[in-house]
């Protein structure tokens, strides 16, 4: 696993609230909130379903949710120390950027 990752998991397979799973890492309270942010504003347009922001960027753990796509923005220890990579592991790896 390598924290700096960004992944596009197909979990259609191994859940029935969500199609897929986005997981990022951001390396300050700034730069996830700055993440948090651009996926808000960027994928607007594209998703029929209004994206919810949960989570506090002090607690190094931010979620947006629109319903089929969940993206999670973790700080490297939450990365770390969740392991989503792992638990979700039985979904199909879409893409994974470096």
Do not use: N
Not at 10 to 17: G, M, P
Not at 41 to 67: A, C, N, S, Y
Not at 81 to 97: A, M, N, P
């Amino acid at each position: 696993m390598k924290g700096e990752d960004i992944l596009l998991i197909d979990i259609r397979e191994v859940a029935i609230f969500a199609d897929y799973f986005v997981i990022c890492s951001g390396t300050s309270d700034r730069m996830l909130d700055a993440l948090a942010t651009s996926v808000l504003d960027k994928i607007k347009p594209i998703m029929p379903q209004r994206g919810r922001l949960e989570g506090r960027t002090q607690e190094g753990w931010l979620l947006v949710d629109f319903g089929a796509v969940i993206v999670h923005l973790l700080s490297p220890d939450r990365r770390d120390y969740y392991r989503l990579e792992e638990l979700w592991s039985q979904g199909k790896v879409l893409l994974r950027l470096q």
